[in-house]
């Protein structure tokens, strides 16, 4: 049996372990608060440091969600800084106001000019009241492959005879259309945009021409090339045209145009007949020319024939 005096000091023992336990813990846990406190602020500094040192930036950026082919209102979008610079971004509310995007905007994001860069560019060189229709060409359709984009062309139909055309016509039908595109070409593209060459196929291959036609002529155009057979008539240049200061002849009178008609001499149809009966003018008989020979002899000349 162990003694109260044993019991005693065993619990002592245990006692002060006890409380050097506890020291030693406060003290760890202690230290440890205080590192991590001075990491968070530390921590803090930096961010302060790297917020002074970052500039900001004013950009225009979507309070909320914006729906693609609607017109952006001014509540939709507000000036907000940001820290990272996104490419093409606006810093103006009225660059922004009224247009449509092409895409969903998220909320919080920096409004770009990518929204609405992207887009068709041959619609955009469609003139107001006009529709860009295609038609199919060829190198003697299109002028032997010379036309390109922005000329200014006719458009001529060819109505073969047969079936429930009595005989062959040939009609205008547009003028003054301008051509948006020839191939693979448009009008008005984009800088820096590169063409892309496209091989042929087969050789020889059809081509589109795409014309802008006025609405009330777009089924007319589609009719004739069902029909008949097109053809893109080239308008020259500008300054092509005639000097409209040029001297002009004066018309003549009707005297000088009567006298002028009777000299004339109108046109006589023959039978076969009769052109059989025309005599022809004799033949001039033909003078054959001797050629001679001179013969130098000292001071004498002498010619001789061969």
Do not use: C, W
Not at 94 to 111: F, I
Not at 179 to 193: F, I, K, N, S, T
Not at 208 to 237: I, Q
Request: avoid cysteine; aromatic fraction near 4%.
């Amino acid at each position: 049996m162990i003694s109260s005096t044993a019991a005693k000091v065993v619990a002592i023992v245990a006692i002060l372990l006890t409380l050097v336990l506890a020291f030693v813990g406060y003290r760890v846990s202690r230290q440890y608060a205080e590192s991590s406190e001075r990491a968070q602020v530390q921590a803090q500094a930096q961010v302060k440091v790297a917020e002074q040192e970052t500039p900001k930036i004013l950009a225009v950026v979507a309070v909320k969600p914006l729906s693609a082919y609607k017109p952006i209102a001014k509540d939709d979008v507000v000036l907000a800084e940001i820290t990272v610079a996104p490419r093409d971004y606006y810093t103006s509310l009225e660059d922004v106001v009224g247009k449509e995007p092409l895409v969903d905007v998220d909320q919080g994001a920096p409004v770009t000019q990518r929204y609405f860069a992207e887009g068709n560019v041959l619609a955009k060189s469609v003139p107001a009241g006009f529709h860009a229709v295609s038609v199919e060409i060829s190198d003697v359709i299109g002028v032997g492959g010379f036309v390109r984009p922005g000329d200014i062309v006719d458009v001529l139909l060819y109505l073969r005879g047969g079936n429930d055309v009595e005989q062959a016509q040939a009609r205008i039908l547009l003028e003054n259309t301008r051509l948006l595109a020839y191939q693979e070409l448009l009008v008005d593209r984009p800088e820096g945009l590169k063409q892309e060459e496209t091989p042929e196929r087969g050789g020889r291959r059809q081509r589109t021409a795409v014309l802008a036609v006025p609405k009330s002529d777009t089924t007319r155009l589609m009719l004739g090339a069902s029909m008949g057979e097109l053809r893109l008539a080239l308008h020259g240049l500008p300054g092509n045209a005639p000097d409209p200061n040029a001297p002009v002849p004066l018309p003549m009178s009707e005297e000088a145009l009567k006298a002028e008609a009777a000299k004339k001499v109108p046109d006589q149809a023959y039978t076969a007949r009769q052109l059989s009966r025309v005599e022809l003018p004799p033949e001039k008989k033909r003078v054959m020319q001797v050629e001679k020979i001179v013969i130098y002899r000292g001071s004498v000349l002498e010619s001789t024939t061969p």
